[in-house]
């Protein structure tokens, strides 16, 4: 990718910056993080990975996932083949989910087992005040829809009024087996500047078409610390944001994940939660399998409890990881 045309991309003085920054490290460490290095086909995360390399400095790849690594096209084929290659080179790899384990292992890779660094810490803020009066008194349920036409399993196969449809159905499904609680939006994506980017622009849309539901879309100016704190008060979160499952194991609250990439099915195969899980790679395919998995969905919300064993697992291993690499420095 870089090596043949060195002349050229060295030139650049972002670039030139980025190297000079590098030279100076002991040490590049990339964490953490989704699949860019993988599904996502991320040329620039790869690019800077490899000026890394170029620079022949020690590269770590701390909790992330990776893959899968199509090879349909020339471009999938050349960026699997340059992903081998810095996989290979890494000096220090963990990894955060079951899945991406198992390729790590077909691929022949040492790596360490972790989970989401999120578990490494607790956080529990003051709420602003604006977030205080919606809360104030009430119960509530914590919902993270997900727009799915942007993720490339989904994109032109999928429109956004079946994605509308769906998440409306499940309001409603939501709505009876919560009957005296608000619904609390809580977007994780901001700043795209686009519909399919920011969360917010889909939540208020559901908001729309369920006046009859008390919902309240959480403004996406809030960090994290103040989104697990909005978590912590939840009766429930039902989400399809690989995050929002993570805040809720991370503050011992019940969940339904809404697996829709091997980020949150990995993550809960690693802490041995499956149960809480529900598969929604085809569940917008048809009226019939929608209906099918809204059967499943009601069987989920009668069943979920907190587990503090699955919180401790959680922050054991991802402490274990930190210690390791800490040690190795």
Known sequence: MIYKVKWLWKLHPTIVHILQVYKKADLIICAPGGICMGGFQDWNHLFYLQLAKYARKPLAYYGRSFGPFPITTKSNRDFKKLSLEMLHYFSFLSIRDSKTEKLAQELGLGYVSTVDSAFLDAPKVILPKEIQQILEGKKYIVFVPNLLIWHYAYKGRISKEMVLSFYSRMTDVIGAHYPDHEIIMLPQTFNYGNYEGDDIHLFNEIKAMKKDYPITVISDQYSSDIQQTIIQGASCLVGARYHSVVFAINNNVPFVALSYEHKISGLLETLGKTECMLDITFALDSEKKTNEFLVLF????????????????????????????????
């Open 298 to 329: 009601k069987e989920k919300l009668n069943n979920i409890k907190s587990d503090s064993k699955v919180q401790a697992l959680a922050k054991a291993i991802s402490n274990k990881c930190f210690s390791y690499f800490v040690n190795q420095l």
